[in-house]
């Protein structure tokens, strides 16, 4: 029913705490994958057995080509280790509900009601909001479910990744160009089941929000207490449900 694919960075404290919330909040997957730089992962790897570790390639793009050519699954989640889950995802519910309706393009485990300008109704028409807009963004790695037929189809078309942070951004433009007619729906829950650590960017060519930069979120710091026996405790956002989809306050280790 459901591959879900995991985008890491120099980041197993933070892996850690997404495939541990993953595995108690998810209600079903078949497979989890994760693409991870060819560095020393190997506590997060002999913690997580049943996930399947994908060293990167210096090619980003093979190795996205690469991946999603194990998706046997109709459908695929992504995520990021900038994230965790916070609620349920009924899995089952959502993939019945995106295979009953075809115009559907996708479900948002991190949008809701309470966000600005959000839609009365779990469903809306994604191509009639302002582009600035959550609401008209229909491509996101963060804990999104699509169709897999969709997501190869937008590999085919939009060229050479070097990053998760490309991928995403053409894989925006294509659903916007061309999807949008045939998809004009996303979808969403009345709360959210995830949220993102602003403080915690997956790429390191994204630049770190000076506002929110801490020394001790430093990545080197963060692998130092992962590797001294320190985990994430995700249990903390529990429940979060704020009025932006990123959030710095729950940070804390055990």
């Known amino acids: 029913m459901l591959h879900v694919i995991c985008f890491s960075h120099r980041r197993q404290l933070q892996l850690h705490g997404y495939l541990a919330s ?12 994760v693409v991870y730089p060819k560095q020393d992962y190997k506590t997060v790897r002999d913690a997580f057995g049943g996930v399947v570790f994908l060293g990167e390639n210096p090619d980003f793009n093979a190795t996205l080509k690469y991946v999603m050519s ?3 699954q109709p459908f695929v989640m992504f995520g990021c280790d900038d994230m965790v889950f916070t609620r349920s ?12 309706h075809p115009t559907i393009l996708g ?29 008209r963004y229909p491509f996101d790695l963060s804990g999104s479910i699509y169709r897999t037929e969709c997501i190869k189809n937008l590999l085919a078309n939009i060229g050479h990744q070097k990053s998760p942070n490309t991928f995403e951004s053409k894989g925006v433009l294509f659903m916007v160009e061309c999807l949008g007619k045939n998809y004009p729906l996303l979808s969403r829950g009345e709360l959210p089941s995830c949220i993102i650590q602003q403080v915690n960017n997956v790429q390191t060519t994204v630049p770190i929000n000076e506002a ?17 026996g320190k985990r994430l405790d995700w249990k903390k956002a529990a429940g979060a449900c704020g009025d932006h989809v990123w959030t710095n306050d729950f940070w804390s280790v055990t």
């Open 22 to 33: 993953l595995y108690h909040y998810l209600t079903a997957w078949d497979q989890v994958s």
């Open 70 to 72: 194990t998706v046997h």
């Open 89 to 100: 995802v009924d899995v089952e519910e959502i993939c019945g509900q995106l295979d009953t």
């Open 107 to 135: 479900y948002s485990t991190r949008l809701h009601g309470k966000l600005p300008h959000a839609p009365m109704s779990t469903l809306w028409e994604w191509p009639k909001y302002p582009p600035e807009w959550y609401w």
């Open 212 to 228: 929110h930069y801490k020394e001790e979120h430093a990545p080197e710091r963060l692998e130092e207490l992962y590797k001294s």
